[in-house]
């Protein structure tokens, strides 16, 4: 399975992005995938996740209802779209999808090679 993240950039505080993770080699319909983000000199943490089939999604509390997740099944792409953004939301953001059909999911297998978000004060 490869991932490919896109659509990171920089912008202002208070403005938007929207991540592509688009996946080669596996059809991600029934895959659950997942968006995590490292800042510099921080661990990686986990940003959300969408189950795509059930219509399922999981966010972490310090982005709840900034971002969204979201699929186009005829792509095998999930989206992160991100509003509000702030300064400590700025990092390295990757997808990843596990390697087993599971939820809420425990393990990401496969990653994708991120894509740096930078949102200005």
């Known amino acids: 399975v490869q991932l490919q993240a896109s659509g990171g950039g920089m912008v202002e505080a208070g403005g938007s992005l929207r991540l592509s993770c688009t996946a080669s080699g596996r059809t991600l319909n029934k895959y659950p995938v997942g968006w995590f983000r490292q800042a510099p000199g921080k661990e990686r943490e986990f940003v959300a996740a969408?189950?795509?089939?059930?219509?399922?999604?999981d966010y972490s509390d310090s982005i709840k209802g900034r971002f969204t997740v979201s699929r186009d099944k005829a792509l095998n792409t999930a989206y992160l779209e991100m509003y509000s953004l702030q300064p400590e939301d700025s990092g390295v953001y990757y997808c990843a999808v596990p390697a087993t059909i599971t939820w809420p999911v425990r393990r990401y297998d496969y990653w994708g090679q991120g894509t740096q978000v930078t949102v200005s004060s």
């Open positions: 969408i189950r795509w089939n059930l219509g399922m999604t």
